[in-house]
T-cell receptor, first 113, second 113 residues
Framework: GAVVSQHPSWVICKSGTSVKIECRSLDFQATTMFWYRQFPKQSLMLMAT?????????EQGVEKDKFLINHASLTLSTLTVTSAHPEDSSFYIC?????????FGSGTRLTVV | AQSVTQLDSQVPVFEEAPVELRCNYSSSVSVYLFWYVQYPNQGLQLLLKYLSGSTLVKGINGFEAEFNKSQTSFHLRKPSVHISDTAEYFCAVSEARDDKIIFGKGTRLHILP
């Protein structure tokens, strides 16, 4: 079945630094990937839709200059949290696949100290 | 825009008892519906999905859900729960013309011994 690999699974960074999270579709090509954010004990909130070869589409209220998304190939999308602050600490999850079956990555827990 | 309401934030149930997790949705167009399970500190796993056809959908781990268009519901059921079913369950919706998934707030299933 479809597999989506997400790395790293957890990361701790200092306030003011940037962190890159990778999302790879291992056995299929994904023209579209989605990035979600989940605060503790809350639901997943869609942040943006990542489109291969074009700019990402951000949901309302998501700062595109802070959360940089790059989808340079059909198997890789990256989310970079720039100038991270403690309030950016969260669980970030990517997904790919579409209506035949969305597959989610295992998530990245980001802690900014 | 589509939305999902999960009526119960927590559901306690005794082991081997039946359970129903409720989900209602709203959308101006036809929808695709999903149930996902999330174990602690992990990503999401698809339990089942409704795309079209039979309104009774069977999924993994003995779960099933019924799509009721008139009541705009997609409740999840299992006839006999096990301690390993302890997790967070998310109902989600996607509109036919748009691939992004919108999640409900989740229902935490507590299995009591």
């Amino acid at each position: 079945g479809a597999v989506v690999s997400q790395h790293p699974s957890w990361v701790i960074c200092k306030s003011g630094t940037s962190v890159k999270i990778e999302c790879r579709s291992l056995d299929f090509q994904a023209t579209t990937m989605f990035w979600y954010r989940q605060f503790p004990k809350q639901s997943l909130m869609l942040m943006a839709t990542s489109n291969e070869g074009s700019k990402a589409t951000y949901e309302q209220g998501v700062e595109k200059d802070k959360f940089l998304i790059n989808h340079a190939s059909l198997t890789l999308s990256t989310l970079t949290v720039t100038s991270a602050h403690p309030e950016d600490s969260s669980f970030y999850i990517c997904s790919a696949g579409g209506l035949r079956g969305y597959t989610f990555g295992s998530g990245t827990r980001l802690t900014v100290v | 825009a589509q939305s999902v309401t999960q009526l119960d934030s927590q559901v306690p149930v005794f082991e081997e008892a039946p359970v129903e997790l409720r989900c209602n949705y709203s959308s101006s167009v036809s929808v695709y519906l999903f149930w996902y399970v999330q174990y602690p500190n992990q990503g999401l796993q698809l339990l089942l999905k409704y795309l079209s056809g039979s309104t009774l959908v069977k999924g993994i781990n003995g779960f099933e859900a019924e799509f009721n268009k008139s009541q705009t519901s997609f409740h999840l059921r299992k006839p006999s729960v096990h301690i390993s079913d302890t997790a967070e369950y998310f109902c989600a919706v996607s509109e036919a013309r748009d691939d992004k998934i919108i999640f409900g707030k989740g229902t935490r299933l507590h299995i009591l011994p």
